[in-house]
């Protein structure tokens, strides 16, 4: 029979979900970036595909934010908490990558996050808090095919 997380777990595991959080934020922004300012003969595919891409991300960033939540704990909710925990990197001020590097960088982005949200998911089980690491696990296999389809797009 499992018993109820006390505090102390709960804190733990929102810590381990904060960088995700926050990756995913700084990520949001950086692919909207990126859907503005696409150039090239790819523009077409590229600029819808990164509003796909963003728009998820705009829903996965308030699950994890509302999951810190149920767990008892406040979410980090400003640009230099996200800048601070994120592992991810904005796009550089002023720059503006062609549309290959660009997609490159998301991948390359997105399978950071995945080994951040792997890992986690691992940590979260062995914490005793299964429905957590499910929805850590459900984004992972989510952001692999993200991973996948811009590694392809990319490929020579
Ligand atoms: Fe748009």
Redesign the pocket.
């Known amino acids: 029979m499992k018993t109820l997380l006390n505090s102390e777990v709960k804190n733990e595991i929102a810590g381990l979900l904060k960088p995700i959080l926050a990756d995913e934020q700084v990520l949001y922004v950086k692919v909207r970036n990126y859907?503005?300012n696409i150039t090239g003969n790819q523009f077409f595919a590229l600029?819808v595909k990164f509003?796909e891409l963003y728009t998820e991300l705009a829903l996965d960033v308030d699950e994890i934010a509302e999951k810190i939540r149920v767990l008892g704990v406040f979410a980090p909710g400003s640009m230099s908490e996200f800048l601070k925990l994120s592992g991810i990197t904005e796009e550089k001020e002023n720059n503006y990558p062609d549309q290959f590097q660009m997609t490159d960088n998301v991948a390359n982005d997105y399978e950071f996050l995945t080994v951040r949200i792997k890992d986690a998911g691992a940590k979260v089980q062995e914490l005793g808090d299964e429905v957590t690491a499910g929805q850590l696990y459900y984004l992972a296999e989510k952001y692999d095919k993200h991973v996948w389809m811009l590694k392809s797009m990319v490929q020579k």
Do not use: L, R
Request: proline share 0%; net charge negative.
């Open positions: 859907h503005w600029h509003e």
